[in-house]
C-alpha cells in the first residue's frame, strides 16, 4: 500500500463506472489497485490498444469479473485532456475482448455504453485484438516515425518542408507526432505482432526499391495497382 | 505531325493561358506541340510534380519564354475531372521553377494568377524542385503503397481492416489509392533523388526494427521524441 492508495479509493468508490485511460505499462499497475477497490455493482474499463498482458496480468484478480477490456478504434495524435475531441467515436468501432470472462451485468453496461454512442461493437479475443491491430493500427505508427526521421534527416532545410508539405505528406507523417509515452508501451507489450508486421513492411519496400532501381517500371505498377486494391476496403 | 495536332492548334489558339495538366511521361511529349502553337501573346504552363526532364525536353523550344512551370503542391488521391475539390490551392505553396527562362510578362501574369488564389511563391531551380519534392512527397507516395500491400498481404480477413481502421491506418494509406499512371512516371523521372531518400527510409526502418528486437526501450524513445520534433514544423 503506498500513500496514493486511500485517494484512489474514495474516488473509485464515487463512480459507477471507472475508465482507465494511461499508458499501458502503468495500466498493468494500476488496474489491480482500482480492482481491488471495486465494489461488486460496479464496472471498470480500459481504454488500451494492447490487451494479451493486461488481461494476463488480470486473469487471477478476485474482481476480473466487473472488468471489460475495451478498446475504441479512434483517436489523435494528441495527449492530454486538451486534446479531447467531441464527437471523436462516432460511428467508430469499439472492441470488446474476452468478453465471458466478464460478467454479464458489466458487459450489459458497457455495450449499452457504445451502443448509445454509437459504435460499432466488434468482439475479439485478446490474441487476435492484438494480431490485427499491430496491422492495422501500430504499423502506421511505425512507418510514421520513420517517415518523419528520414525527412529531418534529408532535409535539412526546414523551412523547406513548411514550404512543400502538402496535406499528402501531412497526412503520412501526422502519427509521427505521437507521445512515446504512449507507443513504446504498446509497441513492448505487442512486440512479437509489430516485429512481424514491420518485417513484411521492410520486404515490400525493398521490393519498391528493387523495382525502381533495376528501372521495371512495369512491376512498379503492377505493385501500385494491387496498393489501389485498399480503395475497395476504404472506400 | 498526326491528325490530332489540327485540334490542338485550335484549341491552344482561343486561349490566353493554355494549362497542361497530364501524366509527367505524356507531359514531355505533350508540351512540345503545344509550344510550337502558342503565339507571342500565349502563356503556357504545367502543374506536374518534376521538372528537370521537362524543361531538358524544353530547353531549345524556339517558344520556351513563353512556358512557365509550376506545381502546385496541393491535391488529392484521386484523379479526373470528377476529383475536383473547390479551394484546393487556397494558402498553399506554388513552386515556379527556372523563372528566370520565361518572358517577364509571361512570368508576371502566372504570378498574378497564384497570388489571386491566394497561394504562397516559392521559386526554386529544376535540380532543386526534384530534391525536394523527392523528400517531402514523393517518398510519402511510396511508403503509402508500401503500407497497403503489407496490410493487405498480412490481414487476409478484409473485414476486419475494414472494421479496425482507424483515422491513423487511414491516414498513412490514403496515399495508396493514387494512381499509377500518376506516380510511376513521377518516379521514373525522379527516380535518383527517390531512391536516395528511400534508403535513408529503409535505414531508419531497420534502425526502429533494430531497437524493437533487442528491447532498447529507451533507444525507441529517443527516436520517437526525435521524430516528434516534426510537430515543431508542421504544427
Known sequence: MDEVEPDLATAVRRADLIVVAVPMDAMVSVLPPVLDATAAHQVVIDVGSTK????????????????V??????????????????GLFEGKTVVLCDAAHSDPDALRMVEDLFHALPMRLLYLDAADHDLHTAYVSHISHITSFALALTVLEKEKEEQRIFDL???????????????PATWVPIFRQNRLNVLDVLDEHLHQLQHLRELLAREDYEGLTEQIQQANHIRKILP
Do not use: D, I, Y
Open 69 to 86: 477490456a475495451v478498446h475504441p478504434m479512434a483517436g489523435t495524435e494528441h495527449s492530454g485532456p486538451e486534446a479531447a475531441v467531441s
Open 52 to 67: 494479451q498482458a493486461l488481461l494476463a496480468a488480470l486473469a487471477e484478480h478476485p474482481n476480473r469479473g466487473r472488468f
Open 165 to 179: 508539405a502538402s496535406g499528402g505528406f501531412e497526412s503520412t507523417v501526422r502519427l509521427a507526432k505521437s507521445s
